[in-house]
């Protein structure tokens, strides 16, 4: 949600290309709900042409972008941004549309979700959405280890915090350059 609105508000991105988790997965319709539910805020909407399913995996992001494109004719320079349900979906999107010549986040804005090593190290930096693992890890071990000490399955529900990571792939500006800090002084 909060991502989406990143791009409506600060870049006034209207027209999206939404690549979503496989049907069914409560991690993907949430990303999805929070996704609908910022564009209806602003009074926009996905075409259903340009809504394609995938399942998570960096092949199904590079698939979708044939689908749309030579399956269904979209013309993607027609388009604002591309969001995905995922980081690795939006490295296989991204792969195959710098493929076909576009240039990310000059033609085509791009985000994904989960903050991935691999997301940092795209020619254009992914925006994405981080999410706490640690935490989430922690609170599932011990969810599992009080499970097994009372007998049945816990019946906790746990709502984690997520936070948009901005970077280059959604048109927001390169950061400064900053020396690196393992970099070796030079002496006088």
Avoid: W
Wanted: charged letters at 25%.
């Amino acid at each position: 949600y909060n991502l989406t609105q990143h791009l409506v508000v600060q870049h006034r991105y209207q027209r999206f290309v939404y690549l979503s988790g496989p049907a069914g997965n409560p991690e993907a319709t949430a990303r999805e709900s929070g996704f609908a539910r910022a564009l209806r805020e602003a009074g926009l909407e996905v075409l259903p042409e340009h809504r394609v399913v995938g399942d998570f995996t960096r092949d199904s992001g590079r698939l979708a972008m044939l689908e749309l494109i030579e399956g269904r004719g979209v013309e993607l320079r027609d388009a604002h941004a591309l969001v995905c349900a995922n980081d690795a979906m939006a490295v296989g999107a991204i792969g195959e549309l710098e493929r076909r010549g576009y240039r990310i986040p000059t033609d085509l804005a791009a985000t994904g979700f989960d903050d991935t090593e691999l997301a940092r190290h795209l020619p254009a930096p992914l925006t994405t959405v981080h999410q706490p693992l640690g935490i989430l890890l922690f609170d599932a071990v011990r969810m599992l280890v009080e499970g097994l000490a009372v007998g049945r399955p816990p019946h906790d529900f746990h709502r984690y915090d997520a936070e948009p990571i901005l970077r280059r792939s959604c048109g927001c500006p390169r950061l400064p350059k900053l020396p690196r800090p393992s970099a070796p002084s030079r002496p006088g």
